[in-house]
């Protein structure tokens, strides 16, 4: 211990904390409403667990959040206001990153073209270029059509494998 009350031990993890910057991820609307569906079957339940454990981790700030104004529009959409207003305070409270129409849709709309050329929906496509615009490491989804999709500069996930990939749990 130094004359702070540190040990060798927190000193070096909070060096490391300081010069590795923090992962920073996109969530879309469909990952977002994942514990709103049907938790009988397996895979949404275990889609669930692994998304909340995700928002409990930029909660307590040890990854980055982008959102965008695709999300705010899908957001206000939901017609269950319980939801909307749940979604909404998260995104209000965490997110670090975010893209607006004003600035961004001409950027995003040009990536997204490319994007649906691959057969990738509209909306998902805007989804994805907010997410790579935002510099985002990861685009988690829960979407199968979107999960298809390849890119050198984003990697797509579902919340499950996303927390197999970062090493999630304490049974490393």
Same mark, same amino acid.
């Given at each position: 211990m130094d004359e702070s009350g540190r040990s060798t031990e927190q000193k070096k993890a909070e060096n490391i904390s300081q010069t590795q910057p923090k992962i920073r991820i996109y969530l879309d609307n469909c990952c977002f409403n994942r514990p709103y569906d049907d938790q009988s079957q397996l895979r949404i339940s275990l889609e669930t667990q692994a998304k909340l454990y995700i928002q409990g981790m930029i909660a307590s700030d040890e990854f980055e959040l982008a959102s965008s104004y695709m999300l705010d529009y899908e957001c206000s959409r939901n017609p269950h206001e319980? #939801?909307? /207003? =749940?979604? #909404? /305070?998260? *995104? $209000? &409270?965490? =997110? !670090? !990153?975010? *893209? $607006? +129409?004003?600035?961004? &849709? +001409?950027? !995003? $709309?040009e990536l997204a073209k490319e994007i649906t050329a691959t057969g990738v929906k509209s909306a998902d496509a805007i989804h994805t270029a907010c997410a790579i615009l935002a510099n985002c490491d990861y685009l988690l989804t829960t979407d199968d059509r979107l999960l298809k999709y390849r890119s050198d500069r984003i990697e797509v996930l579902d919340p499950i494998e996303f927390i197999k990939r970062i090493g999630g749990g304490n049974d490393d």
């Amino acid at each position: 211990m130094d004359e702070s009350g540190r040990s060798t031990e927190q000193k070096k993890a909070e060096n490391i904390s300081q010069t590795q910057p923090k992962i920073r991820i996109y969530l879309d609307n469909c990952c977002f409403n994942r514990p709103y569906d049907d938790q009988s079957q397996l895979r949404i339940s275990l889609e669930t667990q692994a998304k909340l454990y995700i928002q409990g981790m930029i909660a307590s700030d040890e990854f980055e959040l982008a959102s965008s104004y695709m999300l705010d529009y899908e957001c206000s959409r939901n017609p269950h206001e319980m #939801r909307r /207003s =749940t979604i #909404r /305070s998260f *995104l $209000d &409270k965490n =997110t !670090v !990153v975010y *893209l $607006d +129409e004003a600035n961004y &849709k +001409e950027q !995003v $709309d040009e990536l997204a073209k490319e994007i649906t050329a691959t057969g990738v929906k509209s909306a998902d496509a805007i989804h994805t270029a907010c997410a790579i615009l935002a510099n985002c490491d990861y685009l988690l989804t829960t979407d199968d059509r979107l999960l298809k999709y390849r890119s050198d500069r984003i990697e797509v996930l579902d919340p499950i494998e996303f927390i197999k990939r970062i090493g999630g749990g304490n049974d490393d």
